[in-house]
């Protein structure tokens, strides 16, 4: 088989016809599978950039929360002292009181003992000076008829 000029020429109109064939019906399915495609890579990349934009946004977002949880954290704990200094305050002031209300009657009661004690002694100083009196007079004095004189002896004791 030899190259002549009809069988060239022949074999020109085939792959002209070829061509023309594959620009009519398999070149615009191609192109529009690849435009599809560059679209969806479009959209794609769009929504990665908008996937950025958001979480930049949410982590803006997440860290202001933050900060105001922490600030509500420290007026808390702030809220906190101030109400364990206040109970403790109370507390000291509370056990003052009692303290002072323990002694106060404590003192009440030294003195009633004192002066039972006290009472106590004048009457046996009275029944003493009463004995000590009759023995000096080797008579018998009756505590009833020098009630008033042995009651002043006694408070002057």
């Known amino acids: 088989m030899g190259i002549s000029i009809p069988s060239v020429v ?4 085939v792959f002209l016809i070829f ?3 594959t620009m009519k019906y398999v070149w615009p399915p191609i192109m529009k599978a690849m435009q599809e495609r560059e679209a969806k890579i ?3 990349l769009a929504a990665a950039d908008k996937a950025k934009a958001a979480l930049a946004d949410a982590s803006s977002k997440s860290e202001e929360e933050l900060k105001a949880a922490r600030g509500q954290a420290q007026d808390i704990i702030a809220n ?5 200094a ?4 109370k507390a000291k002031a509370d056990a003052q009181a009692e ?5 106060a009657n404590g003192h009440a009661e030294v003195e009633r003992q004192t002066a039972h004690a006290r009472d106590a002694l004048r009457q046996q100083v009275a029944a003493l000076a009463v004995l000590g009196a009759q023995q000096i007079l080797k008579r ?4 009833k008829a020098h009630a008033e004189v042995l009651d ?4 002057r004791v």
Not at 80 to 84: F, G, K, P
Not at 152 to 155: D, I, K, N, R
């Open 86 to 89: 206040q109970l403790l305050e």
């Open 19 to 21: 061509v023309l064939f």
């Open 140 to 143: 018998e004095i009756d505590a």
């Open 152 to 155: 002043g002896l006694a408070s």
């Open 42 to 44: 479009a959209d794609g």
């Open 10 to 13: 022949g074999q020109m109109i």
């Open 99 to 103: 303290q002072d209300r323990i002694v």
């Open 80 to 84: 906190a002292s101030r109400q364990a």
